[in-house]
T-cell receptor
């Protein structure tokens, strides 16, 4: 069974203080690793998909990287509007056609 | 706006009742997924349909059922509701059946409160 573990559970940063969120996964065969952002009471908003180890993708202050066992979401010089829960999910060869999600990292960026 | 539309946005109902949640996928998307998100758990996969046929089943209770209609909209039916069924229910859609390269987009969810 696919497993996704995210850490830390919660992270508090000062504006401009860069950091990284971790997503460790165990799958039978990775078809894709997804990052989503979720605001309270809202649906997950797609950020990135990564397919193979070594791949990197960037969007504004966010950069996602992938290894064979984990993915990192790097946040550079965050702003208060980056505050949200960041979710990691995997699509695997053994998991059928569903995304398996981690429980997320709740990020709060303060002035 | 992801293009996935869910109704109703909020619903309050009593234990033992039955409700139907509705989802319209993004234009052109053939695959629909249903997820449940409660406070103490992450997003839990319930069921997936592709072009009207069930393709994958997750931890969906027997009291719950879903279907996808010829116009590709989907409905999730929840019956004999219990307090523990209170949660956010999300619908998501993609072009194909979870193929790598297909982004899965989520709707804004339906808040269900069972009292």
């Amino acid at each position: 069974e696919d497993q996704v573990t995210q850490s830390p559970e919660a992270l508090r940063l000062q504006e401009g203080e860069s950091s990284s969120l971790n997503c460790s996964y165990t799958v039978s065969g990775l078809r894709g690793l997804f990052w989503y952002r979720q605001d309270p009471g809202k649906g997950p908003e797609f950020l990135f998909t990564l397919y193979s180890a070594g791949e990197e993708k960037e969007k504004e202050r966010l950069k996602a990287t992938l290894t064979k066992k984990e993915s990192f979401l790097h946040i550079t010089a965050p702003k208060p509007e980056d505050s949200a829960t960041y979710l990691c999910a995997v699509l695997s060869t053994g998991g059928g056609n569903k995304l398996t999600f981690g429980t997320g990292t709740q990020l709060k960026v303060e002035l | 706006d992801s293009g996935v539309t869910q109704t109703p946005k909020h619903l309050i109902t009593a234990t033992g009742q039955r409700v139907t949640l509705r989802c319209s996928p993004r234009s052109g998307d053939l695959s629909v997924y249903w997820y449940q998100q409660s406070l103490d758990q992450g997003l839990q996969f319930l069921i997936q349909y592709y072009n009207g046929e069930e393709r994958a089943k997750g931890n969906i209770l027997e009291r719950f059922s879903a279907q996808q209609f010829p116009d590709l909209h989907s409905e999730l039916n929840l019956s004999s509701l219990e307090l523990g069924d209170s949660a956010l229910y999300f619908c998501a859609s993609s072009v194909e059946v979870g193929r790598a390269g297909n982004t899965i987009y989520f709707g804004e969810g339906s808040w269900l409160t069972v009292v």
